[in-house]
Nanobody, 124 residues
Framework: QVQLVESGGGLVQAGDSLRLACAAS????????MGWFRQAPGKEREFVAT????????YYANAVKGRFTISRDNAKNTVYLQMNSLKPEDTAVYRC?????????????????WGQGTQVTVSS
């Protein structure tokens, strides 16, 4: 059982930056691959980024590649999503998730624990 709590969302203008954080409870955070997903109104949830247990390997959706950076601090039980050059199409509820599976995971079905989400709104 792992509890995940996101923070850092808000209302910003196009071109601005935000850094989301996801804090995990428990003592086994480093055993999980972590991922970020997002869901905009009227759209399906989509994969954003994922990071390996050690933090050495990252993978991004094409829509955010070059603009977003995922990182983690296992000592703080926290995963981050640095979002730069934000666009209105980035507006969504962002959720972090933890997976017990090995290798890169981009499917929500392969994640075991989920946070409640934090709202990111980008105005034009």
């Amino acid at each position: 059982q792992v509890q995940l709590v996101e923070s850092g969302g808000g209302l910003v203008q196009a071109g601005d930056s935000l850094r989301l954080a996801c804090a995990a409870s428990g003592r086994t955070f480093s055993r999980y691959r972590m991922g970020w997903f997002r869901q905009a109104p009227g759209k399906e949830r989509e994969f954003v980024a994922t990071i390996s247990r050690s933090g050495e390997t990252t993978y991004y959706a094409n829509a955010v590649k070059g603009r977003f950076t995922i990182s983690r601090d296992n000592a703080k039980n926290t995963v981050y999503l640095q979002m730069n050059s934000l666009k209105p199409e980035d507006t969504a509820v962002y959720r972090c998730a933890a997976s017990q599976r090995l290798g890169v995971q981009t499917e929500e079905q392969n994640y075991d624990y989920w946070g409640q989400g934090t709202q990111v709104t980008v105005s034009s």
